[in-house]
């Protein structure tokens, strides 16, 4: 297909397009005129998971390029992919270690929700208790108190997401899978969060101003 | 207190604050000599907040000051402010308007989950559109397929986060974790949800690979 068509099959821009395979993200398509250079399937693929890690999950150019080489690393078998993935995906930003109070507080919920094999010095446990900083700092202990009911509801998402992942057929769908699912699937969750908010804070606190006789606490 | 007091409470670095004062994000503190100023627990909650939304929710200046003014108008009751302020930090980013077919598929996510009330028109329900139509471009209708499962989680974090502001006993209290919580509990609940991807993921992709032993389909 001529660019024009990978454009509009992914969304992205064509100019875009091309500055991708400038910053080597993306291969060259297939010159077949002099004027005129084709692309295949593989480039929708790919220019799909680039997008993911770019827009969606604002990820800098360098760490786009360091993500896609593990994917393309045919030495790397799945499980150790998935492992390399996730703590690339954990540091979008380079956070300073965390208090070692933060990091207990972490390491407790972490504990009590079966993931705490990974030890205090996984990238993503460095980032929970990063959030948790975060919390304190804010004044919302109230918040880190109701991190089980939290985490239960990560584990129901989490297990969904890696059913997704374990029906897909080969090794490099369950890779992109896992990482545009990790992206966007937090604003996925972000957007239904934020409607049940609307819909229970207005049962809840309509109903305490103004309608003295609706029940507010259910 | 003096700014640096103010700096430690809060973790924002003194030429930070000056940088908010001047942007009208804070009030200046009280000057009590001509070569000191002092600053009292109003400053701490307010930049508390400014916080939150320009580092942890990267919402831009002009909009920071779009949300202060609602929790600053006294004419503005608790349900009218919530209100105004989930649409606010619904549009992060300003949507095109979403194609019919995402937009319906929004709506019948919410219409299952009781969230239809606010209608098709919401930011919310656009927003949760537009997440929809990503999936779709990225290849990722599998995961929308899903999408009562991270309904049924979401509503579980939101209620939790409902029953947070219900326990705060003023209403500038209540905007300001409702604003708080909002942004942070995204991150909050990302964190979990990667801690749960590898743990899970450990289990079931390890073991198919690794060992035949063990069981991985549970």
């Known amino acids: 297909m001529r660019i024009g068509e990978l454009s509009a099959r992914t969304g992205v ?9 400038r910053e080597g993200l993306l291969s060259g398509g297939e010159r077949i005129r002099h004027n005129q250079v084709s ?14 890690l770019v827009e969606t999950g604002s990820l800098p150019i360098a760490k786009v390029r360091e993500i896609l080489a593990e994917v393309d690393d045919p030495r790397r078998d799945l499980d150790s992919a998935l492992g390399v993935l996730s703590r690339a995906l954990g540091r979008t930003r380079e956070a300073a270690d965390p208090e070692p109070a933060d990091l ?11 993931w705490a094999a990974m030890g205090a010095e996984h ?15 804010l004044g919302l202990e109230a ?13 129901i998402v989490a ?7 374990a029906a ?4 490099d769908a369950v890779l992109e899978s896992m990482i545009i699912g990790t992206v966007i699937g937090d604003a996925f969750f972000a957007a239904m969060r934020r ?18 006789d609706d029940t507010a606490d259910d």
């Open 168 to 171: 897909q057929t080969d090794r």
């Open 13 to 21: 821009p064509t100019a875009t397009i091309k500055y991708y395979v």
């Open 143 to 155: 918040l880190i108190d109701r991190a089980d009911d939290y985490a239960g509801a990560a584990r």
């Open 195 to 212: 409607l049940a908010h609307i819909e229970l804070s207005g049962r809840r606190f309509k109903a305490h101003e103004n309608s003295p």
């Open 104 to 114: 207990e507080a972490a390491m407790a919920i972490a504990d009590r929700h079966g």
């Open 123 to 137: 990238p993503q446990m460095k980032a929970l208790a990063d959030v948790i900083g975060t919390l304190r700092l």
């Open 39 to 52: 692309y295949g399937e593989g480039h929708v693929r790919r220019l799909r998971l680039v997008r993911a």
């Open 159 to 165: 297990e969904t997401d890696i059913e997704m992942l």
